[in-house]
């Protein structure tokens, strides 16, 4: 999935789901891109105006009102996309951070076509696809439904709706550590410009000529990424100060990678939780109170 190559010839997702997908998150004709943010937060419980949501150019704006009954879905499978990519990226230096109050949820980190870029789109893409797929099965929305020739031949007395709808959707983590893989596996690419009848066009070429060229299922990108160690508004780093690492790793939650040099400090935390439970006969159950220490390890 070229995710995020944006306005480039390279091959990219097609269809309807992609282009409703950036009603909410994309950029915008001003640069920055929309969101859920507490502006969106009704989103799915009450009606929604597309003239209300800010940022949409023409394009847009006529998606959302020619697919307004599906769009509470269409946010819905944002939000899920979004909530996947901060489980998949929980232990890296940009673990998909948002930001609230902000038409740009995740800040400038989408502005580049790097291969998180690539990912967040991708993720809230297949998130979207995902919501729609579950509100047509479910008979949700009037505007879809299953695809007649699914249905069985005359006389064996069951439907589409009864039998076949319930059948395709993998749970949503597979999908989530699939894309993850292809963000792992993402191909570099170079921008070349070059003249045609209707003047000077940019394509994409694959960077390095040994590597496998990607497909329509991979993730590319053209421009690299922050290292995410200090905060930088620019890029819309956060930096790792304050996270939690994991000292016995030495994978991407690791302290080495996530203190990028800077060292850890131990916190105690001490917590009261219930222990020593016995059951009763009959019928309750009786427990002690207990104080248990936890150490976490802090980025300094």
Known sequence: MAAGISGRS???????????????????????????????????????????????????LRFCRNYIEIMPSVAEGVKLGIQECQHQFRGRRWNCTTIKDNLAIFGPVLDKATRESAFVHAIASAGVAFAVTRSCAEGTSTMCGCDSHHKGPPGEGWNCEVKTCWWAQPDFRMLGDYLKDKYDSASEMVVEKHRES????????????????????????????????????????????????????????????????????????????????????????SCQECVRVYKQLQVN
């Not at 996270?243 to 040099?261: F, M, T």
């Open 10 to 60: 390279w091959p990219s997702p097609r269809g309807d789901y992609r282009l409703l997908t950036t009603l909410l998150l994309s950029r915008s004709v001003r640069g920055r891109s929309l969101a859920l943010g507490q502006q969106y937060s009704s989103l799915g419980s009450q009606p929604l105006l597309c003239g209300s949501i800010p940022g949409l150019v023409p394009k847009q």
């Open 198 to 285: 209707r003047g000077w066009v940019e394509t994409l070429r694959v960077k390095y000529a040994f590597f496998k060229h990607p497909t329509e299922r991979d993730l590319v990108y053209y421009e690299g990424s922050p290292n995410f160690c200090e905060p930088n508004p620019e890029t819309g780093s956060f930096g790792t100060r304050d996270r939690v690492c994991n000292v016995s790793s030495h994978g991407i939650e690791g302290c080495d990678l996530l203190c990028c040099g800077r060292g850890h400090n131990t916190r105690t935390e001490k917590r009261k939780e219930k222990c020593h439970c016995i059951f009763h006969w009959c019928c309750y159950v």
